[in-house]
């Protein structure tokens, strides 16, 4: 099984708001990342989480918030966004965060739009 | 940072046409991998390869990383409706994970 599963799948939301999305892994992996995408770009790197701990950090502004509660779970909080941040937000996850092969397995997304 | 650059931009082709996709990078390739995509989903991991001249096959999907490993090709045979979408190379810089600038394939009934 190479199953990650995010929620939402869609998420309309205001400057003001507060949401999150979330990302589940059970394939035992320990390194777990968050990718944006634009339309027509490919997928830009965000944060990386390796055993629990964020490990890179891509100059990521402070309204985006990385979480790990656990090896399973990625949540990324979002807060007083702008409409430029309108993503598709993939997470993915690998098994190690070195070595090779490193697959990266990647869920179906959420799509985001700021208004 | 890793710099792979992919070739076509897009491609359409008619269903049973043979295509082909190129994604050469800038610097020697230690793993590179594929992967295709549906607009505004996730990621279909295709295959990864490691060594220099290393060939594989899924379906009707090859893909050939060469003897210098800085060029990877994607080889569809006999294309159908299904395989449309965005193909994308990848490759790590160290811990960093670098996507190529994608191919979008159509393929025509």
């Known amino acids: 099984d190479t199953e990650v599963t995010q929620t939402p799948k869609h998420l309309v939301m205001g400057m003001t708001n507060k949401k999150s999305l979330k990302c589940e892994q059970h394939m035992g992996h320990r390194a777990m990342y968050w990718y944006k995408q634009k339309a027509k770009k490919p997928p830009e790197l965000m944060f990386v989480?390796?055993?629990?701990?964020?490990?890179i950090n891509e100059s990521v502004p402070s309204r985006f918030s990385p979480e790990c509660p656990n090896s399973s779970l990625l949540n990324l909080h979002l807060h007083a966004l702008q409409p430029e941040d309108s993503a598709l937000y993939l997470c993915a996850s690998s098994q190690e965060l070195a070595g090779s092969p490193n697959t990266q397995y990647f869920g179906p997304g959420t799509r985001l739009t700021v208004l | 940072s890793q710099e792979l650059e992919q070739s076509p931009q897009s491609l359409i082709v008619q269903e049973g046409k043979n295509l082909t996709i190129n994604c050469t990078s800038s610097?020697?390739?230690?793993?590179l991998y594929w992967y295709k995509q549906k607009y505004g989903e996730g990621l279909i991991f295709l295959m990864m390869l490691q060594k220099g001249g290393e060939e594989k096959s899924h379906e009707k999907i090859t893909a050939k990383l060469d003897e210098k490993k800085q060029q990877s090709s994607l080889h569809i045979t006999a294309s159908q409706p299904s395989h449309a979408g965005i193909y994308l190379c990848?490759?790590?810089?160290?811990?960093?994970?670098?996507f190529g600038t994608g191919t979008s394939l159509t393929v025509i009934p």
């Open positions: 610097k020697t390739l230690y793993g």
């Open positions: 990848g490759a790590y810089t160290g811990n960093q994970f670098y």
């Open positions: 989480y390796s055993y629990e701990k964020l490990s």
